[in-house]
């Protein structure tokens, strides 16, 4: 089976010796149906020329930021939007150094840094520089944003020394690309459902009670999945946050609400409950503005808990049931009590008394209870949300494969 046909690749050629490989690397993807357009770095022009790129993808290059920016059709934004996935080949120690650190000079760093498509580097350089702390240093911290690694390879370097830095063969590249088109082929016959943000429970038409939670967390877990290849649902209350195209969104206010599209969008393999649904709604919503000088009494009642409902019905039930637990003070035994009492198999705490984590944050440090392991926890140190979501998910397709 031809698992790259119609892929559309973006290509970033970077300035280095190996940059020839990329030629092949582009006649190869064209021989397997893909669809290529190539961005080059002002040094890769010292390798390759645009011409020699152009008649091989037979695709317009993409070199320089500034006039590509007055170009209505093809941004940097329509550029990563355009693609499936980003190659950087050869992605040298320069490149790597820029990503890493969230510069955008360029056209190439401008197209990854405002990307949210899985991008691949095949990193090509002398093995001190591979070997050098810093590069090291940016490496780890790429693969923790999420990026994947091709190479390089052990061998003789252009430079006469030998050593690891060579760039991985066009085959080799080539190869992994379509095991992740692949693996994205496979999970699709997953299907992911998560609730997200806050709810509000109205009193009157203008006033109502609602929590902190910003949405970041579940929409960036919905990302993650739907990245993996997950056919994902997002049930989120109000936030402002965008939502990508791939994912099935489904915006609620309340948590009645929240509870029937819930119910509406099962069965699924794995729902993962992330939202901060209020405990309680007003018994007795006011259909008009309640006046200042009026008696007010908020008379409440408990909201469904949609997680435990969920996972204690059997035909809704989804193979796996993630809950959440938000907690402020002993993090342990609180959240060991909602695995059970909620009837989950994993059990994410995130300790909601730290300001710099949890609720707004960008980032999140968690603890998985998981429950058939006879309650064995795993922490996730203190990262971004996007990136505890990648591992949570890869976790999930642990479970369900
Ligand atoms: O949205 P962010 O700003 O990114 O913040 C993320 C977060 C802190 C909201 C998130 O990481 C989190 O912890 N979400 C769960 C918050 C919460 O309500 O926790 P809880 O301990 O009260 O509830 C336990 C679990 O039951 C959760 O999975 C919750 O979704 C679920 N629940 C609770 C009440 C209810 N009526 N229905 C439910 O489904």
Avoid at 259 to 281: G, H, M, R, Y
Avoid at 321 to 333: M, S, Y
């Amino acid at each position: 089976m031809n698992n790259l046909l119609n892929k559309k690749i973006l290509l970033i050629i970077c300035g280095g010796i190996s940059a020839y490989k990329s030629l092949e690397l582009i006649r190869s993807f064209k021989k397997k149906g893909a669809q290529i357009k190539t961005i080059l770095t002002n040094s890769a022009k010292q390798f390759v020329t645009p011409l020699s790129v152009t008649s091989l993808s037979q695709e317009k290059v993409y070199d320089d930021l500034f006039s590509l920016e007055n170009e209505s059709k093809m941004d940097h934004i329509s550029l990563s939007r355009w693609s499936d996935v980003i190659l950087v080949a050869p992605a040298t120690a320069n490149t790597i150094a820029k990503l890493s650190s969230g510069s955008s000079d360029d056209l190439a760093s401008t197209v990854m840094l405002a990307s949210d498509k899985n991008i691949f580097l095949a990193p090509a350089m002398n093995v001190r520089m591979w070997e050098h702390r810093s590069t090291k240093e940016n490496i780890t911290k790429l693969k923790n944003y999420g990026f994947s690694l091709i190479g390089p390879e052990v061998g003789d370097m252009a430079c006469g020394e030998f050593g690891e830095g060579k760039m991985s063969e066009p085959e080799k590249i080539i190869e992994k690309i379509e095991d992740y088109f692949v693996s994205l082929s496979k999970n699709k016959k997953f299907k992911a459902l998560v609730t997200a943000g806050p709810t509000r429970e109205y009193i009157d038409p203008v006033r109502f009670i609602t929590n902190k939670s910003s949405g970041k967390q579940g929409y960036e877990l919905a990302k993650s999945l739907s990245k993996k290849g997950f056919q994902t649902t997002l049930i989120s209350g109000p936030t402002n946050l965008e939502v990508e195209k791939n994912i099935n969104f489904i915006e609620v206010e309340t948590a009645d609400q929240m509870f029937k599209e819930t119910q509406k969008n099962l069965p699924a393999d794995v729902a993962i409950f992330s939202a901060a649904v209020a405990d309680f709604k007003v018994q007795k919503q006011q259909t008009e503005k309640i006046k200042k000088e009026d008696y007010l009494n908020l008379g409440l009642e408990k909201n469904i808990d949609i997680l435990n409902y969920i996972s204690n019905h059997n035909s809704l039930r989804p193979k796996l049931v993630i809950g959440f637990a938000a907690e402020t003070i002993d993090l342990e035994n609180n959240s060991k009590k909602k695995l059970i009492d909620k009837n989950c198999d994993w059990i994410i705490a995130n300790d909601v008394s730290n300001k710099s984590i949890g609720f707004n944050s960008d980032f999140n440090e968690v603890t998985i209870f998981y429950k058939n392991k006879n309650m064995k926890e795993e922490k996730l140190s203190l990262k971004r949300k996007s990136e505890i979501s990648d591992e949570i998910v890869d976790r999930v397709l642990d479970q369900l494969n």
